[in-house]
């Protein structure tokens, strides 16, 4: 994306807010309306005090758990929430907007310990029993805002200390020297297999996030140690919560950004539910052609999302969710000479989910949600070598999922809980594909492979976790799955143990550890047909973590980890690749399954959460990632950049503005260099096989800085935000690459200094 198109739509943008701004920032009220629920049972807690700290406004939970704070003036404000018996629970960046109702789902657990020298809470910090260690919370508002982010709730965890800086052009997660591969994605109780346009086939990455931030309520993300409940996965797990429509009245919003234009629509349906939909689009193209700039990449890209409840009856609730998204992009070869890219040529990539849960309430015992759900992602691409216009990949792929999903929460005794369940899969692809012979990256020559195939695979899961209070003040979490793959027909088995001891009223130790099991990807197993006697990837985790309280609204924690891989896939005929970091399109021969990896590090990091007018996150990792190839020999992982350093907060001086800013500082990752020789005789990158991933790039920094203003009127409401990436402009290497024209070797660096600006009309 050009830096002129943002500048003269920003321009654009700048004239309409100016005339508006006539009108804007007069006395507005709105309301705060909400439920308050049992986080275990999801049973309404009735009577419970809601409070706006600060003020003496506040309510009461009726009947239903809900609550009603009428004609609050405009304004960013913090809920209190108390109920005799339950943990008291802190909601910052509650957002009160004109002639609008701001609604706010709160959920708490039974207090567990029982002492009266407990003068700090962590109300401000959302924690969940099933997850003693390396579990992350965000709200919407938290995601929205983030310097950086460009409202994709991928990018802000690039701020944590488990997750690697890769390339700024790409939100894929890296977590704990992991791989893409090893993360997977829930919305709602319904799995997603990639979040992102332009994904990456048979992975979790790509380059713009699909999921529209309006829709999120929260997100929980656990880095590791995760619980039985989830699996077929090695590093980490991202739970994200839709929000519900409005189910008094109609709203509606739109939007301008730099990645496009869309709108959100909302409302009731019937007395009994309601309805949430957006959709949205790319405007990089229209630019591009009514310019008419010639050889300028103008990817084309959009999505539609929807999620429609209904209550049946106040016990049983239905949910209607879809995702889908769109996205084409053709660089012809000038533009790929331009633009110094390896290949050119056409791309036409979707992916849609759609499904449907049914949540059971069981009274004061817990609650039951199973979800079915369909997932189909179309792969049509042609791609040519941009300097000897040959043919280099055709892919011709249609990957089905069909999912059934079921959890049970219940609770046994007020200090003893459990989980369990079962999930199934029945997976079928189409993949008609091509690549040409050529030579691989380190200059081996590889056949011509041709795939022509359908293939068939059903997965079955089930999964308990039991909760338990031990002893006063530890939690202990017990959890055993049992997962089944047709292919290659084998049973697993995965225990897995945490536990949580409060030590003092403000410090708590944190402990886990288990097995986990990922299933190769048909993609791979589909190349040679005796990849299917494979067997599945295997991580052990081991996690100990330290947490303690500075106040109620700030918190440090300490945690150190080891993470031990086994049966990764390799090549014997390319001894030295690791192909899960390397590519799928690097498996042209027979692949055994004794590959190995390994990754043990460490993470400070301490969090202000909003309680004034401050709010911070500042983080430091240091880690060590490494694998080993047929060939015996330890390497670094593609992804071990050794450490990482982050510092992310903001400044709200008053309610309508607000200031923030993020730097990221990181070693530079492994690489390859080039063999010169080998790339001149071949016309193309070769890479130096005898020095695979000992050298490094330079170290990645980065600052981005941002600013938010909000507008009020009568009856609607208007937020304008402007970012800018890489504010000192660093010149970060992406890659090396081969420019054959010139005979040498160049550069690809990441985004320069960019503006990106955002309009969103709440009506």
């Known amino acids: 994306m050009r830096i002129r198109f943002q500048i003269n739509i920003g321009f654009l943008s700048l004239v309409v807010l100016a005339a508006l701004l006539q009108a804007a920032d007069r006395q507005s009220v709105g309301t705060i309306r909400g439920r308050l629920l049992d986080a275990d049972t999801q049973a309404p807690l009735i009577g419970a005090n809601v409070i706006i700290i600060g003020s003496n406004r506040g309510a009461a939970t009726d009947m239903e758990g809900n609550f009603v704070i009428d ?44 002492t009266e020298a407990v003068c700090v809470t962590d109300g401000y910090f959302t924690r969940q029993k099933e997850q003693s260690v390396s579990a992350f919370n965000y709200s919407y508002e938290e995601i929205r805002r983030a310097p950086g982010s460009g409202g994709d709730v991928s990018r802000i965890l690039m701020s944590l200390p488990s997750v690697a800086m890769v390339n700024d052009q790409s939100n894929s997660l890296i977590v704990r020297g992991g791989n893409p591969v090893e993360n997977t994605f829930f919305v709602d109780n319904i799995e997603i297999p990639n979040i992102n346009h332009f994904p990456d086939q048979a992975s979790s990455g790509g380059p713009i996030g699909v999921l529209n931030v309006d829709f999120i309520r929260d997100v929980n993300f656990y880095s590791g140690g995760f619980s039985s409940i989830y699996g077929d996965k090695l590093s980490s797990v991202m739970d994200i919560r839709f929000r519900e429509g409005n189910p008094k009245e109609w709203d509606g919003q739109l939007d301008l950004n730099f990645a496009g234009f869309g709108g959100v629509a909302e409302g009731p349906l019937g007395k009994n539910g309601s309805w949430l939909v957006s959709a949205r689009r790319s405007y990089l ?86 979800s079915i759900s369909h997932t189909v992602q179309n792969y049509r691409q042609d791609w040519y070598e941009t300097y000897t216009e040959e043919h280099a990949v055709r892919n011709r792929s249609a990957e089905h999922a069909l999912k059934l999903r079921n959890v049970s929460h219940m609770r046994l005794h007020p200090n003893h809980g459990v989980e369990f369940g079962l999930d199934g899969k029945y997976l079928w692809s189409d993949y008609n594909n091509w690549i040409h012979a050529t030579t ?41 799955r049992a997962d089944y793959f047709s292919i290659p027909d084998r049973l697993t088995w995965s225990p897995r143990l945490s536990l949580s001891y409060r030590i003092t009223n403000r410090t708590t130790l944190n402990a886990s550890g288990g097995r986990f099991y990922q299933n190769l990807p048909l993609l791979l197993i589909s190349r040679n ?115 990482i350093f982050s510092l992310e907060g903001g400044y709200k001086p008053c309610q309508k503005w607000e200031f923030s800013l993020r730097w990221i500082a990181a070693g530079g990752g492994p690489y390859t260099p080039l063999d010169l020789d080998a790339s001149r005789q071949y016309h193309r990158m070769v890479q130096d096989k005898n020095r695979i991933n000992q050298a490094r790039y330079p170290d990645y920094h980065s600052m981005n800085i941002r600013v938010d203003r909000r507008f009020s009127f009568r009856s609607s409401n208007l937020i304008f935000y402007l970012s800018v990436w890489n504010v000192y402009n660093q010149k970060n290497v992406a890659e090396y690459f081969w420019n054959d024209r010139e005979q040498k070797q160049e550069a690809i660096y990441q985004w320069l200094i960019m503006p990106i600006f955002g309009l969103e009309h709440e009506f």
């Open 71 to 114: 004609n609050i003036p405009v304004g960013s404000y913090i809920l209190q929430f108390t109920y005799m018996g339950y943990q008291p629970l802190t909601k910052t960046d509650v957002i009160v907007k004109s002639q609008r109702e701001t609604y706010v789902h709160a959920e708490t657990r039974m207090q567990t310990l029982e």
């Open 285 to 370: 193209d229209f630019v591009v052609k009514v310019l008419d700039v010639g050889s300028t990449i103008a990817p084309r890209y959009g999505d539609i999302q929807w999620k429609v409840h209904y209550d049946l009856s106040p016990e049983n609730r239905m949910i209607f969710l879809g995702i889908w998204s769109d996205d084409h992009n053709a660089p012809d070869r000038e533009a790929g000479l331009k633009n110094k890219m390896t290949h050119y040529g056409r791309q036409d990539d979707g992916i849609r989910t759609t499904g449907l849960t049914w949540r059971k309430l069981q009274g004061s015992r817990g609650y039951t949600q199973t």
């Open 440 to 480: 691989n990256a380190l200059g081996d020559s590889i056949p011509e492979l041709r795939i022509k195939n359908d293939l068939n695979a059903s997965k079955a899961g089930g999964f308990i976790n039991y909760t338990l209070q031990a002893i006063s003040g530890m939690d202990l979490n017990i959890g055993v």
């Open 529 to 643: 047909e005796s990849n299917r006697t494979l067997h599945d990837m295997t991580s052990v985790h081991y996690i100990l973590g330290l947490e303690y309280l500075l106040t109620e609204n700030t918190r440090l924690t300490a945690e150190f980890y080891h993470k031990a891989y086994d049966h990764f896939p390799v090549d014997p005929s390319q001894p030295g690749l690791f192909l899960i970091d390397e590519g799928y399109q690097f498996a042209q021969s027979k692949c055994v399954d004794t590959g190995k990896a390994q990754t043990w590090g460490m993470e400070l990091m301490v969090q202000k959460k909003l309680a004034r007018k401050l709010y911070g996150l500042a983080s430091v990792s240091v880690f060590k990632a490494r694998y080993r190839g047929t060939d015996g020999l330890w390497r670094n992982r593609k992804y071990d950049n050794q450490w």
